[in-house]
């Protein structure tokens, strides 16, 4: 299945997708492409990896699985230096997001962001306007130059100060962070995966960074649920999931409610700084970057579809591979012949970079669809 922009009258269509059997047609006023929509399957993989895929779309489409409808962006993989989730939900005010964007796409990292908060509403000289870093200036004026270049603040030399940068701001930072939820993804908990699971859920009940964590399972037959049999912290709430027919928003039920994480030592500007650096990583990073670490400009790699996730898929292996087994280092790996981008290829920028856009397109409408609610 491969993906690529069709282009007709000047105006792009949906991205579209067929197998290696199928590979012309044509679209109205005579326009030839090489693709035809292909039908929808399941695939429900039976890799961590994977899950982990599942739990991040079930959560953007049905958050809070324990209350109303919340406006969040899900990430994956990300964290701080002590310590990565698996999945990270980041509960937002929509207007606050609104005004977030104008920023742009991008994740703004730490030290632009200390630039981007602090820059004044007038001009100042840079040392002036920013705190004492506790690193040598240089670093903050490479800072400076670098917020300047993306437009996150204003810049200039000024001629009548002996030539001292002066900065200024574009627009005030939003407070656009209402709550952090962590969820770890355990497919298959058992007594040794729970034992390491306990002490790293422990760490986020203890670290007071976020406001709740919690632990995503599969769903079983039995009458008590191991999830609920191990020695899981009780701050922590659990989540059956049950994805053998794909993702819906009713794929998740819980079976234990979190606490509130937040207490009266766990405040300040460094916790919020932090909480606003993981939620700038999931901002920009999402949860659809797999496409980053694996290898979409092979033949045989394929988005599928699982209810309303789309997978990545391996058509040598006939699964859902791991990042680990997407790579270079694959024996099955096989670049897309030049002679497909020679025939009427629509795709601009090479191999793999149709399903790069798609997925960056899957998540710019689920942003949409969080400012509209």
Known sequence: MYYGDIITNGREHVVLAIDDEHRSGRLPHGRTVLYERAPRRSVVPDAEFGYELLVCRWAELAWRPD??????????????????????????????????????????????????????????????????????????????????????????????????????????????????????????????????????????????????????????????????RREIPIEAGIVLTDFETGVDPESGTVAWLPSDLRTAAATGPDRETRRLVLAERVYGRGWRSFHDTMRPDCRHFRLAHTGEAMLPHCAAKGRCPTARECSSSCPSVSPEPPAWRTRGWPIEGGPGKGITRLLERRRDRARYRTLRR
Do not use: C, M
């Open 67 to 228: 209350g109303d409808p919340t406006p969040a962006i899900v990430g994956r993989q990300v964290g701080t230096r002590r310590r990565r989730w698996d999945t990270v939900v980041v509960e937002v005010d929509p207007d606050g997001l609104r005004r977030r964007r104008a920023f742009g796409d991008r994740e703004i990292d730490r030290e632009l962001l200390g630039i981007v908060r602090e820059a004044p509403a007038d001009w100042e000289w840079y040392r002036d306007a920013l705190p004492e870093p506790d690193y040598p200036w240089r670093y903050v004026r490479e800072a400076v130059h670098r917020a300047a270049d993306r437009g996150l603040i204003d810049e200039r030399t000024s001629a009548d100060a002996g030539g001292r940068i002066e900065i200024r701001r574009t627009r005030s930072y939003p407070d656009w962070v209402r709550r952090i939820v962590a969820i770890e993804n355990k497919p298959d908990l058992d007594a040794s995966a729970a034992a390491a699971l306990a002490d790293q859920l422990e760490y986020d009940v203890d670290a007071g960074l976020l406001d709740e964590t919690w632990l995503a399972t599969e769903a079983t037959d039995s009458r008590l649920e191991p999830a609920l």
